[in-house]
């Protein structure tokens, strides 16, 4: 289908289809359109459209066949996201560790304490730890401050402050 030369009738079949055009308007694009096949067509076109003939079905299911599965994000991305909430927790844990050795006079060594406290842990591998197990250290820190008789000063490193 090619568009008709004469833009002002072409310009008028919307109005034509919603009923908008004066009588006399609407006689002469009538007659325009008696004598053109461009402008019938592209009334045509213009009526399905709005009766919503051409409009696509919606089919919900092939739509969400084709969305991609949701991912997981990737193991270097949770690392990243979660490292500072690790290492703060790795070194409120040892300091808490440290501070109960002080006062307790035990002869642990720390890392026989951590390896105690949080069994399948190693420092140096905390960006491994499942939330189960920090939320085990999280427990064995609350055990360890409510042993020892002075409260320990907790050092959080620059968690929120953004990187330096
Ligand atoms: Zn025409």
């Given at each position: 289908?090619?568009?008709?030369?004469?833009?002002?009738?072409?310009?008028?079949?919307?109005?034509?289809?919603?009923?908008?055009?004066?009588?006399?308007?609407?006689?002469?694009?009538?007659?325009?359109?008696?004598?053109?096949?461009?402008?019938?067509?592209?009334?045509?076109?213009?009526?399905?459209?709005?009766?919503g003939?051409v409009t696509p079905r919606i089919d919900a299911?092939r739509?969400?066949?084709?969305?991609?599965?949701?991912?997981?994000?990737?193991?270097?991305?949770?690392?990243?996201?979660?490292?500072?909430?690790?290492?703060?927790?790795?070194?409120?844990?040892?300091?808490?560790?440290?501070?109960?050795?002080?006062?307790?006079?035990?002869?642990?060594?720390?890392?026989?304490?951590?390896?105690?406290?949080?069994?399948?842990?190693?420092?140096?591998?905390?960006?491994?730890?499942?939330?189960?197990?920090?939320?085990?250290?999280?427990?064995?820190?609350?055990?360890?401050?409510?042993?020892?008789?002075?409260?320990?000063?907790?050092?959080?490193?620059?968690?929120?402050?953004?990187?330096?």
């Open positions: 289908m090619r568009d008709c030369d004469n833009v002002t009738m072409r310009e008028m079949l919307p109005d034509l289809l919603h009923d908008r055009l004066a009588p006399s308007v609407r006689a002469n694009l009538e007659s325009h359109l008696k004598a053109c096949a461009d402008c019938r067509a592209e009334l045509e076109l213009l009526r399905s459209v709005v009766s003939a299911s739509i969400a066949a084709a969305v991609p599965a949701y991912q997981r994000p990737s193991a270097v991305m949770s690392a990243l996201r979660s490292w500072p909430l690790r290492a703060a927790a790795a070194v409120v844990l040892v300091v808490g560790t440290v501070t109960f050795l002080k006062n307790t006079q035990t002869t642990l060594e720390p890392d026989t304490l951590v390896a105690a406290a949080a069994p399948g842990l190693a420092v140096g591998a905390m960006t491994d730890i499942p939330d189960q197990d920090l939320r085990a250290l999280a427990a064995e820190l609350k055990k360890l401050q409510a042993v020892t008789p002075a409260e320990p000063e907790v050092v959080v490193p620059g968690v929120g402050r953004g990187s330096e």
